[in-house]
T-cell receptor, first 112, second 111 residues
């Protein structure tokens, strides 16, 4: 079992729709959860982080965390073609220092 | 530009050669990380510095890899006797707390 799992996609949504990206993790002691956006050929860009159960909203993005189910998600409202990218879920585990464990990413395609 | 910078951005080398990459973190960040990313995968942790101390190193990292952060500012990552399997994007990130910010990466191609 991988430590952080994501559906590789592609997830295709029409412009203006809500895109829902999901991630599960195996380390029950994980404390911090991050979403990064990565355009093709570029480096990851931090877009959201969440530490507590529940929802956290930032503009068109909402991160949701359920520690009991070991599940974290990212919702993108009013999706735009410029949101087309790979979205990486990352988890800071309970062991070691501050290293992040990444999923393989979900590719999102927003079509006009 | 006050973000993380990396140099070079691209490196092509022949198998068996040594290569060195540099990372300059965001100036006030005392934590620095190296990751490696291959196509279709997420970044994979290599090593972590807090100030000048190397506090964690991936067990997957072979002895051919070494990293330094001599004065707690910039860091270098050296790969000795490169192999074709070392071809990847090498990413540096820095942080002051939990949130890590990535540099543009160095893309290494080993022929």
């Amino acid at each position: 079992q991988k430590e952080v799992e994501q559906n590789s996609g592609p997830l295709s949504v029409p412009e203006g729709a809500i895109a829902s990206l999901n991630c599960t993790y195996s380390d029950r002691g994980s404390q911090s959860f991050f979403w990064y956006r990565q355009y093709s050929g570029k480096s990851p860009e931090l877009i959201m982080f969440i530490y507590s159960n529940g929802d956290k909203e930032d503009g068109r993005f909402t991160a949701q965390l359920n520690k009991a189910s070991q599940y974290v998600s990212l919702l993108i409202r009013d999706s735009q073609p410029s949101d087309s990218a790979t979205y990486l879920c990352a988890v800071r585990g309970s062991g070691g220092y501050n290293k992040l464990i990444f999923g393989a990413g979900t590719r999102l395609a927003v079509h006009p | 530009d006050t973000g993380v910078s990396q140099d070079p951005r691209h490196k092509i080398t022949k198998r068996g050669q040594n290569v060195t990459f540099r990372c300059d973190p965001i100036s006030e960040h005392n934590r620095l990380y190296w990751y490696r990313q291959t196509l279709g995968q997420g970044p994979e942790f290599l090593t972590y510095f807090q100030n000048e101390a190397q506090l964690e190193k991936s067990r997957l990292l072979s002895d051919r890899f070494s990293a330094e952060r001599p004065k707690g500012s910039f860091s270098t990552l050296e790969i000795q006797r490169t192999e074709q399997g070392d071809s990847a994007m090498y990413l540096c990130a820095s942080s002051l707390s939990d949130e890590q910010f990535f540099g543009p990466g160095t893309r290494l191609t080993v022929l």
